[in-house]
């Protein structure tokens, strides 16, 4: 299935996630198993959170690029409509390519 993620692009065109296990480096075309980490001020849910569409109102996008991701053993949370309505939880995830 394809889906949309927000990740923090740093100076050297390394992506990471944006506040999840934020210093997990990531890497193109590789699948990547989501892990539980707890972050004080979020829900723990064990999966990369991705979207139907790149679009997220809520999130700032400086520093932040939009990619094309796979993802796979995939859960729907529905969400308020300004965080994308509805969220991909996917136990698996492979970068596939920046918008």
Do not use: Y
């Not at 923090?8 to 934020?22: A, Y």
């Not at 997990?24 to 979020?42: C, H, I, M, N, Y």
């Amino acid at each position: 299935m394809v889906a949309f993620k927000l990740f923090r692009k740093l100076k050297n065109g390394e992506l990471r996630p944006l506040f999840i296990d934020r210093k997990r480096k990531l890497v193109l075309d590789s699948w990547l198993q989501a892990d539980l980490v707890e972050t004080k001020g979020f829900k723990v849910r064990k999966g990369w959170r991705c979207l139907p569409k790149p679009e997220a109102d809520h999130l700032s996008k400086k520093n932040r690029v939009w990619c094309a991701v796979e993802i796979l053993e995939v859960e729907e949370i529905e969400r308020p409509k300004n965080q994308g309505g509805i969220w991909f939880l996917a136990q698996k995830m492979k970068i596939v390519r920046e918008l």
